[in-house]
């Protein structure tokens, strides 16, 4: 099946800084990338929708600015925490539809932790 | 707006025994409807889906699933449940379209008993 990649697995950075999370799309085209994220022992919570070649739409709530996605190819999306801080901290999740199907596949998430 | 209600925060059965979770949805039109398993630390599992068809659709790990849209239901079952089923799993609705999100349920959480 389907495979979607994220990387890095786990990153710890201090406040302040920024850190970049990549998904990568193994063996498919995915023109739509999501981006969630989950909080411990909580649900999974859409934050923004990306778009290659397009920008990114963000749900209602989730600071642009503060949650850089860059869809630059049709097999790579990028989620960048800038000046990140404690509460950040968190599980992201990205997935990518499968083309002309509904189904969608997770990458297998990236645990942030900001000290 | 769509969304996703999984009743039972926490379930604890035996092994061997037979499980049920809950899971109502609200959607406006054709729901795309989602079981996913996700053991601690790690991703998201597709367990099965319904998009059209059957009402009761069969999944991996001996799981099973029935669409009832009188209800507005999609609860999941496995008639005998094994000690490393034990894990969160999330109910989620989508629409049509690769460009559909998908709405997540809070999650139940599976604890199995020797």
């Known amino acids: 099946g389907a495979v979607v990649s994220q990387h890095p697995s786990r990153v710890i950075c201090k406040s302040g800084t920024s850190v970049k999370i990549e998904c990568r799309s193994l063996?498919?085209?995915?023109?739509?990338m999501f981006w969630y994220r989950q909080f411990p022992k909580q649900s999974l919570m859409l934050m923004a929708t990306?778009?290659?070649?397009?920008?990114?739409?963000?749900e209602q709530g989730v600071e642009k600015d503060k949650f850089l996605i860059n869809h630059a190819s049709l097999t790579l999306s990028t989620l960048t925490v800038t000046s990140a801080h404690p509460e950040d901290s968190s599980f992201y999740i990205c997935s990518a539809p499968q083309r002309g199907g509904y189904e969608q596949y997770f990458g297998p998430g990236t645990r942030l932790t900001v000290t | 707006a769509q969304s996703v209600t999984q009743p039972d925060i926490h379930i604890t059965v035996s092994e061997g025994a037979s499980l049920e979770l809950r899971c109502n949805y609200s959607?406006?039109?054709?729901?795309?409807l989602f079981w996913y398993v996700q053991s601690p630390g790690q991703g998201l599992q597709l367990l099965l889906k319904?998009?059209?068809?059957?009402?009761l659709v069969q999944g991996i790990k001996g799981f099973e699933a029935e669409f009832k849209r009188s209800q507005s239901s999609f609860n999941l079952r496995k008639p005998s449940v094994h000690w490393s089923d034990a894990a969160e799993y999330f109910c989620?609705?989508?629409?049509?379209?690769?460009?559909?999100?998908?709405?997540f349920g809070t999650g139940t959480r599976l604890q199995v008993t020797l």
């Open positions: 989620a609705v989508g629409g049509a379209g690769t460009a559909s999100k998908l709405t």
């Open positions: 990306s778009n290659e070649g397009s920008k990114a739409t963000y």
């Open positions: 319904y998009f059209s068809g059957d009402t």
């Open positions: 063996d498919f085209q995915a023109t739509t």
């Open positions: 959607y406006g039109a054709t729901p795309y």
